[in-house]
């Protein structure tokens, strides 16, 4: 079992920053991803971090905006949001592989 709690959102303006946590517990996981679903969309990967070796992965729409990390001792992952836009509002959810575990997720809301 894992558990995922993701904190960090909230509004910001376009252009500002935001940083989003995923605390995480339980057994030792390969990766682990950011998702996003805005309102009537489909749930969409955004990123995804490898614990062992940290490998780094990006939709081409968050690439050199969004930066993923994490924190080993605190078993926690980040998602540094720089330069936000109005398309990257939504409800952003942290995943793992394997066992496809999901926390509650934390909203993102970008004015313009």
């Known amino acids: 079992q894992v558990q995922l709690v993701e904190s960090g959102g909230g509004l910001v303006q376009a252009g500002d920053s935001l940083r989003l946590s995923c605390a995480a517990s339980?057994?030792?996981?390969?990766?682990y991803s950011w998702y996003r679903q805005a309102p009537g969309k489909e749930r969409e990967f955004v990123a995804r971090?490898?614990?062992?070796?940290?490998?780094?992965f990006y939709t081409d729409a968050v690439r050199g905006r969004f930066t993923i990390s994490r924190d080993s001792g605190k078993n926690t992952v980040f998602l540094q949001m720089n330069s936000p836009k109005p398309e990257d509002t939504a409800m952003y959810y942290c995943?793992?592989?394997?066992?496809?575990?999901w926390g509650q997720g934390t909203q993102v809301t970008v004015s313009s």
């Open positions: 971090i490898l614990w062992s070796g940290g490998g780094v």
């Open positions: 339980g057994r030792t996981v390969v990766s």
């Open positions: 995943n793992t592989v394997p066992g496809n575990y």
